[in-house]
């Protein structure tokens, strides 16, 4: 087990953020995850990367913040303090995301006080977001098992139950992950080609749920893969199964509904319905945690309009463990998902050189948030509706209809 945790911190070192000797690394976790965390330094360091700096959280500190605390203390006390993040990114660091979920942990606290302070958060970093955006670091998201998501997962606190998932996801029991791994982005940067050569005006869902929402696209949309288009050819999603783009946040309309639950500051949304005119959410409903779900929407004006729409086969090797992750680095790689808020400027042609005001301007959205949730279903219907009026079914029964059949 010690041998496949340290070709997966390797593997995230040179296989996602492609780092070499001279870089300077960025690393941000919990303290539930510093053995791991260690490892990654070890590699990197073998990897002649010196310049290494993290931030490392305490939620049981953050926690009793936000139970004992005021809004305007939590915010002033520096463990919530992330303008780190502007700092490392204008001096062009990396940055691992290691993403190690606490189900249920937040749902004893306030969910007002949560979105206040996240939405705080969310703009204390709006340089490194800047930066992120016109792909100018190297960023990556990966997962990291800890006994609290090992627990409610499967009701032990054996991580290597857990461990052994995202080995077999992230292909780290393979001999070389990293030519697996360029295999599979093989495959999905072909899908994402078609996508752009069939020259989509927009895509309409539908499911027995009760999804009939029709989504334009912005001229020059491009679909992208993970490791497309961010200008540093980094893969930033571990895993990843999907194509995506971004909308013409203006031209949606209709109703979708959840497929999964969302976690989202420690806590579950569920059983969830959006429904958009003119690209605005206009009405929404939860039959659990509506008010986290409010406080997303809620972020700014941009977080009342969706930023990205991703294909993913309901198949995908993620949805066939069959497991709920309460990831979203997870789940929404098992599922079609859309995204409220920030739209990606390498999703539009030469996105990444314009300024923001052309990006809106061509039907891009600007928010602090960025929030996925999952739609996909065994029976989901996309269709696309072309620019010269034809249409093409891309999706049936939940999964791609294949380029060559």
Same mark, same amino acid.
């Not at 080995?167 to 495959?187: A, Q």
């Not at 005006?201 to 288009?229: M, R, W």
């Given at each position: 087990?010690?041998?496949?945790?340290?070709?997966?911190?390797?593997?995230?070192?040179?296989?996602?953020?492609?780092?070499?000797?001279?870089?300077?690394?960025?690393?941000?976790?919990?303290?539930?995850?510093?053995?791991?965390?260690?490892?990654?330094?070890?590699? &990197?360091?073998? #990897?002649?990367?010196?310049? +290494?700096?993290? /931030? !490392?959280?305490?939620?049981?500190?953050?926690?009793? %913040?936000?139970?004992?605390?005021?809004?305007?203390?939590?915010?002033?006390?520096?463990?919530?303090?992330?303008?780190?993040?502007?700092?490392?990114?204008?001096?062009?660091?990396?940055?691992?995301?290691?993403?190690?979920?606490?189900?249920?942990?937040?749902?004893?606290?306030?969910?007002?006080?949560?979105?206040?302070?996240?939405?705080?958060?969310?703009?204390?970093?709006?340089?490194?977001?800047?930066?992120?955006?016109?792909?100018?670091?190297?960023?990556?998201?990966?997962?990291?098992?800890?006994?609290?998501?090992?627990?409610?997962?499967?009701?032990?606190?054996?991580?290597?139950?857990?461990?052994?998932?995202?080995?077999?996801?992230?292909?780290?029991?393979?001999?070389?992950?990293?030519?697996?791994?360029?295999?599979?982005?093989?495959?999905?940067?072909?899908? &994402?080609?078609? #996508?752009?050569?069939?020259? +989509?005006?927009? /895509? !309409?869902?539908?499911?027995?749920?009760?999804?009939? %929402?029709?989504?334009?696209?912005?001229?020059?949309?491009?679909?992208?893969?993970?490791?497309?288009?961010?200008?540093?050819?980094?893969?930033?999603?571990?895993?990843?199964?999907?194509?995506?783009?971004?909308?013409?946040?203006?031209?949606?309309?209709?109703?979708?509904?959840?497929?999964?639950?969302?976690?989202?500051?420690?806590?579950?949304?569920?059983?969830?319905?959006?429904?958009?005119?003119?690209?605005?959410?206009?009405?929404?409903?939860?039959?659990?945690?509506?008010?986290?779900?409010?406080?997303?929407?809620?972020?700014?004006?941009?977080?009342?309009?969706?930023?990205?729409?991703?294909?993913?086969?309901?198949?995908?090797?993620?949805?066939?463990?069959?497991?709920?992750?309460?990831?979203?680095?997870?789940?929404?790689?098992?599922?079609?998902?859309?995204?409220?808020?920030?739209?990606?400027?390498?999703? +539009?042609?030469?996105?990444?050189?314009?300024?923001?005001?052309?990006?809106? %301007?061509?039907?891009?959205?600007?928010?602090?948030?960025?929030?996925?949730?999952?739609?996909?279903?065994?029976?989901?219907?996309?269709?696309?509706?072309?620019?010269?009026?034809?249409?093409?079914?891309?999706?049936?029964?939940?999964?791609?209809?294949?380029?060559?059949?």
């Amino acid at each position: 087990m010690e041998d496949l945790k340290r070709k997966y911190a390797k593997f995230l070192i040179e296989g996602c953020l492609r780092l070499k000797e001279g870089d300077k690394l960025f690393i941000i976790g919990y303290n539930l995850i510093e053995d791991f965390i260690k490892l990654v330094i070890e590699e &990197a360091n073998k #990897l002649g990367i010196v310049e +290494i700096k993290t /931030l !490392i959280n305490d939620p049981f500190k953050q926690k009793e %913040l936000y139970l004992t605390k005021t809004y305007e203390e939590i915010i002033r006390n520096p463990i919530m303090d992330r303008t780190m993040y502007n700092d490392m990114a204008k001096n062009g660091y990396a940055f691992l995301s290691l993403s190690s979920t606490l189900p249920g942990f937040y749902e004893d606290v306030d969910a007002e006080l949560l979105s206040r302070v996240s939405r705080y958060q969310m703009k204390s970093i709006s340089e490194y977001k800047e930066y992120q955006l016109k792909g100018l670091i190297k960023w990556n998201i990966s997962a990291v098992p800890n006994s609290i998501w090992a627990k409610d997962l499967f009701g032990s606190e054996d991580e290597d139950l857990l461990w052994n998932l995202i080995f077999d996801i992230c292909l780290i029991r393979e001999d070389n992950p990293v030519f697996s791994w360029k295999e599979k982005l093989m495959c999905l940067k072909k899908r &994402a080609d078609y #996508l752009n050569q069939l020259k +989509i005006d927009k /895509l !309409i869902y539908h499911n027995s749920l009760g999804t009939d %929402l029709e989504i334009g696209l912005p001229n020059g949309y491009l679909f992208q893969s993970a490791d497309e288009g961010t200008g540093n050819g980094n893969i930033v999603n571990m895993p990843t199964e999907e194509v995506f783009t971004s909308p013409d946040r203006l031209r949606v309309k209709g109703r979708v509904y959840s497929s999964k639950p969302l976690l989202h500051n420690g806590n579950l949304i569920e059983d969830f319905w959006l429904e958009f005119r003119e690209g605005k959410i206009i009405d929404y409903d939860a039959k659990k945690g509506k008010e986290i779900l409010k406080g997303i929407i809620d972020t700014d004006e941009g977080s009342h309009y969706l930023g990205e729409v991703a294909l993913v086969d309901y198949h995908s090797p993620i949805s066939l463990t069959n497991v709920l992750f309460k990831n979203t680095l997870y789940d929404e790689n098992a599922s079609c998902h859309l995204a409220i808020g920030e739209s990606f400027p390498e999703c +539009i042609q030469d996105g990444l050189t314009k300024e923001k005001e052309e990006l809106v %301007l061509r039907g891009l959205n600007m928010s602090h948030e960025h929030v996925d949730f999952f739609i996909g279903t065994s029976d989901l219907e996309v269709k696309a509706v072309l620019q010269n009026g034809k249409e093409v079914v891309i999706m049936k029964d939940g999964d791609f209809v294949e380029v060559d059949a």
